[in-house]
Nanobody, 120 residues
């Protein structure tokens, strides 16, 4: 089992910045990918950014140039620096970790979610 603990959400004015943190804990696991998804009211959960195998990064087009994902010094920690925030970034942000499962499968783990609200 993998537990993900998030922090760093909150309320900010448009143009402001926030930094989200996520730490994975457990025993005997490796992480293939780690990142952030978000879900706004009435919308599907979508990928914001992730890091695959510790180095390859992916970003949603809507956040490119504004958000930066990075790994912490601790191997199982990931950060999301969000700059130039817009009201449309308002959502619950979820940390995600993809862990190898049995027989070549992958297992997704999710954090509890942290609210990000951007006021206009």
């Amino acid at each position: 089992q993998v537990q993900l603990v998030e922090s760093g959400g909150g309320l900010v004015q448009a143009g402001g910045s926030l930094r989200l943190s996520c730490a994975a804990s457990g025993s005997g696991f490796s992480i293939n990918a780690m990142g952030w998804y978000r879900q706004a009211p009435g919308k599907q959960r979508e990928l914001v950014a992730n890091i695959i195998r510790g180095s390859n990064t992916n970003y949603a087009d809507s956040v490119k140039g504004r958000f930066t994902i990075s790994r912490g010094n601790a191997a199982n920690t990931v950060y999301l620096q969000m700059n130039s925030l817009k009201p449309e970034d308002t959502a619950v942000y979820y940390c995600n970790a993809v862990v190898p499962g049995r027989w070549g499968t992958s297992v997704n783990y999710w954090g509890q979610g942290t609210q990000v609200t951007v006021s206009s």
